[in-house]
């Protein structure tokens, strides 16, 4: 097994941050192209403690080697499970995930959580993403680590892509929001 | 916001995403945690997937048929009824991939975030 883990700081508040990750992939996110499609399965609130648990299929189109894919017969449509949690008193989002395709092949989980920052905990958020990947295919532990290695090195691009692209959707944002603020109190 | 895995459903997920958006920014994040503004749109979306799913996952066999270059496929090549039982697997894919990842994952991402919190 080997991990990936990252961490930053989005100079945004808490509830920015929670807002705008519902819409992490949209077309203001220009980096995160891979992920075609964000279904909402399920959603519910809990009535004791108020968390927000929500269950979305992710679906991502990889560009993935046509040799892998003739290997393994699958295609480059892939499908990852998450489930999410939104704790609105100690404002934590919790979100975690696990890929369905390949899953006898490769296991990879993740976890990221948003939480105010420790520094500036009304107008910066901390993010911190961990993932653990496991090759389960047989043979020797050799190509089991190249094939952890490899994934380690793809989810760390896309970490890094993705975090440019949620950048740029909390500017969006932002900015949308300001403006629609601006739109009601004239319409007052 | 992102599109929907049924391109059918675009339309209805549109609406609901735009309606949580809200709720979740102007009740839930100040408090209202028991509202259920958007619960009539999700029922709509969900039953759009539902309806849709059957047509998508026929789309994923075609894909699923042209790849199959494995030995399952081969071993059912020769028996027609074969065939057809493996596509009808097919057609179940994503549904029983995420019934498994629902029973193995769940109570674990349950457990780590009550624990926790």
Redesign the interface.
């Known amino acids: 097994m080997k991990v990936f883990s990252s961490s930053c700081t989005f100079d945004y508040s808490w509830?920015e941050v929670?807002?705008a990750n519902?819409?992490k992939?949209?077309p203001w996110n220009d980096k995160s192209t891979h992920?075609?499609?964000?279904?909402?399965?399920s959603?519910s609130?809990d009535?004791q403690?108020?968390?927000?648990r929500t269950?979305r299929?992710i679906?991502c189109n990889q560009s993935v080697p046509q040799w892998v894919?003739?290997l393994f017969?699958?295609?480059a449509?892939s499908?990852v499970?998450e489930?999410s949690?939104?704790?609105?008193i100690?404002k934590?989002v919790?979100m975690?995930s696990?890929n369905?395709?390949w899953?006898n092949v490769l296991s990879v989980?993740e976890?990221v959580v948003y939480q105010p920052s420790l520094l500036d905990p009304s107008s910066s958020t901390q993010f911190s993403q961990e993932a653990k990947i496991t090759a389960l295919c047989g043979g020797w532990q050799k190509i089991k680590n190249k094939v952890e290695e490899a994934s380690v090195e793809r989810f760390s691009q896309n970490a890094k892509r993705g975090r440019e692209g949620f950048e740029a959707v909390l500017e969006m944002s932002r900015r949308v929001f300001s403006e629609q603020r601006e739109h009601d109190k004239n319409q007052l | 916001?992102?599109?929907?895995?049924a391109p059918e459903?675009n339309e209805i997920?549109e609406k609901?995403?735009t309606c949580?958006?809200k709720w979740?920014?102007e009740k839930?994040?100040r408090?209202n945690?028991?509202s259920n503004d958007c619960e009539e749109l999700?029922t709509k979306?969900?039953t759009c997937?539902n309806v849709c799913a059957s047509m998508l996952l026929s789309r994923?066999v075609t894909?699923?048929v042209a790849?199959?270059?494995?030995a399952?496929?081969w071993r059912s090549s020769n028996n027609p009824a074969n065939i057809y039982h493996q596509v009808v697997l097919k057609e179940k894919g994503?549904d029983s991939?995420?019934e498994?990842?629902?029973k193995s994952?769940?109570k674990?991402?349950?457990a780590?975030?009550l624990r926790?919190?």
């Open positions: 509830e929670s807002t519902w819409r992939y949209c992920v075609v499609a964000v279904d909402t399965l959603r609130v009535m403690t108020g968390i927000l269950e299929l679906t894919l003739s017969g699958g295609s449509t499908h499970y489930v949690y939104v704790d609105p100690s934590m919790t975690c696990t369905l395709t899953s989980r976890t | 916001m992102a599109a929907s895995i459903c997920k609901y995403d949580f958006l979740y920014s839930y994040l408090g945690t028991t999700f979306y969900k997937l994923a894909i699923a790849v199959s270059r494995t399952l496929y994503i991939m995420l498994d990842a629902r994952t769940t674990e991402f349950d780590e975030t926790r919190g």
